[in-house]
Each structure stands twice: as structure tokens, then as C-alpha cells.
């Protein structure tokens, strides 16, 4: 019998920069439910983002795409532009996604229920950057003793 499992995850990403690795793990979430290179690029979204430190400069960019995906059904393809800049005393992130409006040609593979803040690390040295958070996913046709 195929059942549902709702569990949390890490997310957990590392790059050569801030950009790079944010870019990587938006493209992460949407990999959990779609297969991204699936994803028709016909539709642009751009947002901006303020954040006081780069801990909730990721949870907002995450918890935004996450709402574009539910509200406006945005399937993410590529992170086209994604500039991070120190402001004063907070962070401004721009960014352009590409992607597509969710249609029945995409199979669904888990679904994200929730972006949380916790266990969320931002880190970036001489070596690169990485980035992790916890995000909660219902798990699809999972067979009865993965439950």
C-alpha cells in the first residue's frame, strides 16, 4: 500500500561563494518536488530581500520562494541573477528566478510542507560558502516499511 510520510530535513548546500550557494539551494528545494531540468523557462519573478544578519537573509529568501510556489504555483528551473550586498548594517539580496507555472506535464515528486528556522548556518571563508536549513517535506509513495 502507498502511503504519505511528513518528515524534516536538512538542507545543506556548499559553493564558492554567498550567491552561488544560495542560487544552489533554491534550486535543492525545488529538486525535492520537481525535477528541475524539466521546468520550461517561460516565466520570470524577481524579488528583494532585507535581512539583519545571513541566517534570516536565507530563511526569507526560502520561505519567499516557498510562497511563490504555493500561491502563485512557481516551479523553479535556474537562478538567473542573484547579487548579496551589505547595506549598513543589513543584507539586500536580489534575485531573478526562472521557472514556469506549475501544470500537470511536471511530475510531482515529495512536496515541501514548511520552511523552518531551524538549523539554519550560513558560513563563508577563503574556501567557499555554505548554507543549511531544516525544511519539512511530506514524502510521496513511500512503501509501507519506509514508514
Known amino acids: 500500500m502507498v502511503k504519505h510520510k511528513v518528515e524534516e530535513i536538512t538542507l545543506s548546500e556548499k559553493a564558492p561563494n554567498l550567491e552561488a550557494v544560495f542560487s544552489k539551494i533554491a534550486t535543492s528545494l525545488f529538486d525535492i518536488v520537481i525535477n528541475t531540468k524539466d521546468i520550461d523557462p517561460v516565466t520570470t519573478k524577481t524579488i528583494i530581500i532585507r535581512a539583519r544578519d545571513l541566517k534570516n537573509l536565507l530563511f526569507q529568501f526560502l520561505q519567499r520562494l516557498f ?21 549598513s548594517r543589513e543584507y539586500l539580496l536580489n ?9 500537470p506535464d511536471y511530475k510531482v515528486k515529495d512536496i515541501v510542507k514548511q ?8 558560513r563563508e571563508d577563503r574556501a567557499g560558502a555554505s548554507a543549511q536549513i531544516n525544511i519539512v517535506v511530506e514524502r510521496r509513495n513511500v512503501t509501507e516499511d519506509e514508514v
Open 95 to 103: 534575485v531573478v528566478f526562472i521557472g514556469d507555472k506549475m501544470n
Open 67 to 87: 510562497d511563490l510556489a504555493n500561491n502563485d504555483l512557481f516551479v523553479l528551473s535556474t537562478v538567473k541573477q542573484l547579487t548579496i550586498e551589505q547595506v
Open 115 to 122: 520552511i523552518t528556522d531551524r538549523n539554519i548556518a550560513v
